[in-house]
C-alpha cells in the first residue's frame, strides 16, 4: 500500500510533462576521501536542440588547487535525432585524463533501430567484440558461451564430444567460427532503447514524464566494453538540499552501475544530484546553477 501510495504521488508530481528544450547546468564536484567529502571541482552539463537533432555535453575537471592530489577531467559529447518524441541516439565521445596520462579517448556509433553499435568499426553487441572472441582459444570462447548462457550454441568435435567425464572447458569445439557468429549476433532487444552512459539522463527524463506510474526503466547502455542491459528503478520522492533550498526530486537508481540520481520537476526533470561509486571512491555532483533556455 506504501509503495502504490508512493507512485501515486510520483504521477501527481510528475504531470503535465515538458518537451525536450535546451539548458545548462553547473554542478560542484564532491568525492569521498579519508579526509571527508571534499568538493574538489566543478562540472557542466549543457543541451542544445534544434528541430530534431539534440547535442548533449558534459565536462567535468578538478580544481587548479587539488590537481596536484587528484588531476582528473573528462569530457562527454552525445547527440541523436528526435523521431515522434522519441530519442535516437546517434554518436558518443569521451576524452578522459587522470594525472598526466589519458584514461579513455574513444567514439562509438549507435545504431538503435538495428540493435547495436561500433567502436573503431567493431560490433559492440551483449558485451562482445567480435576481434576479442577470434582471439580466444577454444577453452576460452567455451567459457565465454557458457557464462553468458548460451551453451545450447556450442557444438563438440572428436570423439570427446559424448564424454561426460571430460570438463566441456577442455575439449574442442566443432563450430569456433559459428560460435563466434552467435556469441556477436545482433541479437539486442530493439524494444529495449540503446543509449549511451550520458544520454540515458535525457531519456530517464522524458520517460518517466511518459510513463510516472512505471517503476522500472530498462536501457541497453553501450561504452567501449559493449551493450549491457540495465535497470534504472525508481525508489520514490525525496527531498534535498541545494543551495540551501529544499528541492523535491524523485530518486533513481542503477546498482549494476553503482549510480544514483536525483532528477527534479523544476528542472525540466534532469538531474540535480548525481552520486557514482568508480572503484573505491565515490564521487558527487550537486547542481549550483541551472538555466533553462
Known sequence: MKKYFIFILITL??????SISDYSAKYDFFADTDFGNIKFGSAEYELEVTNNLYVFKSTAKTDQLWSAIYNYSVSETSFGLIEDDELIGDYYKIIENKGDSISDNYEINLYPKKGFASLNNEVLN???IIS???KLSDSELILKAIDSGNFDKIKFAGNQAKDNETPSYKKDLAN???LIEALS???SD????IVDVLSLYLNISEDIQKSPNKKVFTYQVVDKTGIAQREFTVTGLETINIENSEVETIKIECPELR???NISKNHNFLPVYI???NGKTSFQLILREYDHI
Request: aromatic share 14%.
Open 275 to 277: 552520486s557514482k561509486v
Open 185 to 187: 549476433d545482433l541479437s
Open 126 to 128: 551483449n558485451g562482445f
Open 190 to 193: 530493439n524494444n529495449t532503447p
Open 132 to 134: 576479442e572472441l577470434e
Open 259 to 261: 549510480l544514483t540520481f
Open 13 to 18: 508530481y510528475v504531470l503535465p510533462a515538458y
Open 176 to 178: 569456433k567460427e559459428d
